[in-house]
């Protein structure tokens, strides 16, 4: 099976712009997870689709949005974006929700 | 707050070594828990998962669960200089929360 597909891979964007990342998961799988990594934070869980329903979300602004299409592709959406969300998004899909995860290889987001 | 801590290393282990990574997490609710392995400028990949108390064994690597503890372990046989990167500890609660993760141990096998 072909893993987790994430588009674009690197983006540079000026502060106040809005940026769209998009993420491909598992033939099969119905659950799609959104995590923000950095070098200070860590990994923090953004938001979590399944079935394109948002089932939960993370401590961030409303700036971060998402949503998840019927054939399960996510896209995630930063607006007005700042210096501090130059970050590594990861996309991680699974086939149900609470379980193992499997990640994609991230949108490197640089704010400038 | 649900929280996972490791041991930020580095960990240094010589080549053919057994290398113990620990995790301990603060929700008492978490079910599930997970060890990922990141190299330097790569997505984490995922290479245990347990989810109930004890040992689970794949190849070189045991994953231990003791949950009274509020304890996990990644036990890593016979190490390769490949078996160096950061090592991260996720939990899963019982609801749809996503992953919590540690913040990595960082693991060095020298030859």
């Known amino acids: 099976k072909a893993g987790v597909t994430q588009t674009p891979r690197y983006l540079i964007k000026t502060r106040g712009q809005q940026v769209t990342l998009s993420c491909s998961p598992i033939?099969?799988?119905?659950?799609v997870s959104w995590y923000q990594q950095t070098p200070g934070q860590g990994l923090q869980f953004l938001f979590e689709?399944?079935?394109?329903?948002?089932?939960n979300k993370g401590n961030f602004p409303g700036r971060f949005s998402g949503r998840q299409f019927s054939n399960s592709r996510s896209e995630m959406n930063v607006s007005t974006l700042e210096l501090g969300d130059s970050a590594l998004y990861l996309c991680?899909?699974?086939?149900?929700?609470?379980?193992?995860?499997?990640f994609g290889p991230g949108t490197r987001l640089t704010v400038t | 707050q649900k929280e996972v801590e490791q041991n930020s290393g580095p960990l240094s282990v010589p080549e053919g070594a057994i290398a113990s990574l620990n995790c301990t997490y603060s929700?008492?609710?978490?079910?599930?828990f997970f060890w990922y392995r990141q190299y330097s400028g790569k997505s984490p990949e995922l290479i245990m998962f347990?989810?109930?108390?004890g040992d689970k064994e794949d190849g070189r690597f045991t994953a231990q669960l003791n949950k009274a503890s509020q304890y996990v372990s990644l036990l890593i046989r016979d190490s390769q200089p490949s078996d160096s990167a950061t090592y991260l500890c996720?939990?899963?609660?019982?609801?749809?929360?996503?992953?919590?993760f540690g913040k990595g141990t960082h693991l060095i096998i020298q030859p």
């Open positions: 033939s099969g799988h119905r659950s």
């Open positions: 996720a939990g899963a609660g019982g609801g749809a929360d996503g992953l919590t």
């Open positions: 929700d008492r609710g978490s079910q599930s």
């Open positions: 689709y399944f079935s394109e329903t948002q089932r």
């Open positions: 347990i989810y109930s108390n």
């Open positions: 991680a899909s699974s086939p149900s929700a609470g379980i193992e995860q499997y």
